[in-house]
């Protein structure tokens, strides 16, 4: 049984997870014509990927996990980049130009970009929701034995 | 396993009679209004991270939310006492 503040927090987590989705998302906008970067290789696309979490570190947080009987919260387990090769566009007056003339642009597509972006603010929005029913559900509560 | 299924095997106990036996004392209710007071200063320092831009808004919206239920509780809870307390001195003999 989880208490009311136990479900803040687990929705505060989500929250601050679709934050750092946002940021990825936003860096990858940023980079989207970047031609170089400090260890000489193009630039590559970062994705974040998910997994559940305890709630608590206490003891009985992983016993109730144990007994498969426990809310998972979420966190952000890596920003791995992506491995799809670089987008070559044949410009052989740009200075990051190979020999052949072609330049390596990152393996960023903006449409894609948008869409995970619009995704991620769904979601916040969702937990945002979450929390204004828990602040509700917690206050009509509040008012039992005064006539509601 | 489950532990409510390991709770239903249980055979029936015997009802005792309902017998306090220590009561709950002032310095308790401290303890509360204290652990409330320190909600209360962890939402202030999390909005002023926020305003400066340090920590996320929804992490210091969400430090405030419980300082407000906490102190919401507390106050519930004071007024029952009162009103307790109201009840007895009302008492007429």
Do not use: C, W
């Not at chain 1, 936003?26 to 709630?55: I, M």
């Not at chain 1, 566009?89 to 995970?116: K, L, Q, R």
Request: glycine fraction near 8%; charged fraction near 25%.
């Amino acid at each position: 049984m989880m208490s009311v503040f136990d479900a803040l927090e687990l929705a505060g987590r989500s929250l601050s997870v679709q934050r750092t989705r946002l940021d990825v998302a936003s860096s990858n906008l940023a980079n989207a014509q970047t031609t170089r970067t400090e260890d000489g290789e193009f630039f590559r696309r970062r994705d974040v990927v998910l997994e559940d979490d305890a709630l608590a570190a206490s003891f009985g947080a992983h016993f109730d996990h144990a007994l498969g009987e426990s809310v998972r919260g979420v966190k952000v387990a890596e920003i791995r980049e992506d491995e799809a090769p670089p987008r070559m566009v044949h410009d052989p007056d740009h200075p990051d130009a190979g020999p052949d003339g072609f330049v390596a642009y990152p393996n960023i597509n903006t449409v894609e970009e948008m869409v995970n972006m619009i995704t991620t603010m769904r979601s916040y929005q969702a937990n945002l929701n979450v929390l204004s029913g828990l602040r509700e559900m917690a206050q009509r509560a509040l008012g039992i034995g005064r006539g509601v | 396993m489950r532990i409510n299924e390991q709770i239903g095997t249980q055979p029936f106990i015997e009802p005792k009679p309902y017998a306090p036996k220590a009561t709950a004392r002032s310095g308790d209710f401290q303890q509360v209004i204290d652990s409330v007071r320190s909600t209360m200063q962890a939402a202030d320092g999390k909005a002023s991270d926020a305003m400066v831009g340090r920590g996320s808004i929804h992490t210091a919206m969400i430090a405030m939310t419980k300082a407000d239920l906490g102190f919401r509780f507390l106050t519930q809870v004071r007024g029952k006492a009162v009103d307790a307390y109201r009840q007895l001195m009302n008492l007429q003999f």
